[in-house]
């Protein structure tokens, strides 16, 4: 006990410590009403992610259906090019190159998903870091206030008992 402590008669004491039970009990509650807050926000962002996800991994699908496409306009082209076909040749390049820009469309928007994924990412952690504060915050607060209760019960059973002074 501090020397603040035994300067208090029993029942001041014991109106300290019920005081003192109800502050950190509030802060506890506080810090859960914080932690769940940030945790509806982690689910919101993790959908999100999730969402982001499939769009990029459909774009990387298109991206690589039309790469295998262009590699087929590529042997077409060789094949005529080696049959000296120059009408084949020229219609296989321009098959070639349109497949090729598509390809990487679909490879450039499927990066801009990944960025934006990442990004989502980064903030459902950052979230999680504050829920993970508030947690500890909010046990911190409740052990304090189950220590002052411990104690006032200690106080309360002095008085009973007839100790006061």
Do not use: P
């Amino acid at each position: 006990m501090d020397e603040t402590k035994k300067e208090l008669r029993l029942g001041e004491r014991a109106e300290m410590l019920k005081q003192r039970v109800a502050f950190h009990n509030k802060k506890a509650s506080w810090k859960r009403t914080y932690r769940e807050k940030f945790n509806a926000l982690v689910k919101q962002h993790s959908v999100k992610v999730e969402t982001l996800k499939a769009k990029r991994n459909k774009c990387n699908e298109e991206a690589k259906s039309l790469k295998e496409r262009r590699d087929e306009a590529t042997d077409y082209y060789r094949k005529a090019k080696l049959n000296n076909n120059i009408n084949v040749m020229n219609a296989a390049l321009k098959e070639q190159d349109k497949l090729h820009k598509k390809m990487m469309e679909a490879t450039e928007e499927g990066n801009r998903y990944h960025g934006l994924m990442k990004d989502e990412s980064e903030e459902v952690l950052r979230l999680i870091k504050k829920a993970d504060k508030c947690h500890r915050k909010m046990l911190k607060a409740k052990s304090r206030a189950d220590s002052y209760y411990k104690e006032y019960v200690e106080v309360t059973n002095l008085i009973t008992g007839g100790e006061e002074e």
